[in-house]
């Protein structure tokens, strides 16, 4: 297993001036959005009667307390890696306090799908979005949707951080590219 996440990333709440050009939070990015977090309810692994595992310690800026699902889905009519992190805080959540409650401790979800090649090949074509609880889009705090190529070309932010890891994903070798 590889180490967790590392500490030097930095939030996800980018700028959109740290990038370029917007490369994420288009109409286009929110629609695969929404067919991304359709796969997840249908695996149970959002919604009413998701299933659960054993939370473990987060960093920045994922959250105090973590549970990280792996898994295959077919979106779109192509079927890819999903990486699914459940987000718990606020700061100071104990692993007493996820267990007794989830629900009211669940943050966020974000999550990596690996699309088909040619959707972004110098990132090992991931997509990458953060829904809110109730699986809308979260949005930085310049008000685009964190759904696409996150801070693609950005010194910090999703791809940037998970640059980082070789293969994009820090807690599993078992992905193939």
């Not at 050009?21 to 959002?46: K, R, S």
């Not at 074509?125 to 696409?148: H, Q």
């Amino acid at each position: 297993m590889k180490h967790p996440m590392k500490l030097a990333c930095l939030s996800l709440g980018i700028a959109a001036s740290a990038a370029p050009a917007q490369e994420f939070g288009t109409p286009a990015d929110a629609d695969y959005a929404a067919l991304v977090w359709q796969a997840l309810e249908e695996q149970n692994l959002a919604g009413d009667g998701m299933v659960r595992s054993f939370p473990y310690d987060g960093v920045a800026p994922h959250g105090m307390m973590l549970e990280t699902f792996y898994s295959k889905a077919t979106i779109d009519g192509h079927t890819g890696d999903l990486i699914v992190k459940r987000n718990f805080g606020p700061e100071g959540v104990s692993l007493d306090d996820v267990l007794a409650d989830p629900d009211t401790h669940l943050a966020a979800y974000t999550v990596m799908f690996r699309r088909a090649e040619g959707y972004d090949d110098d990132n090992d074509n991931w997509f990458w979005v953060k829904f809110l609880p109730d699986g809308s889009l979260d949005k930085n705090p310049a008000g685009m949707e964190l759904a696409g190529r996150v801070a693609k070309g950005a010194d910090q932010g999703c791809i940037a951080c998970h640059a980082g890891a070789g293969d994009y994903v820090f807690t599993s070798d078992h992905l193939s590219r």
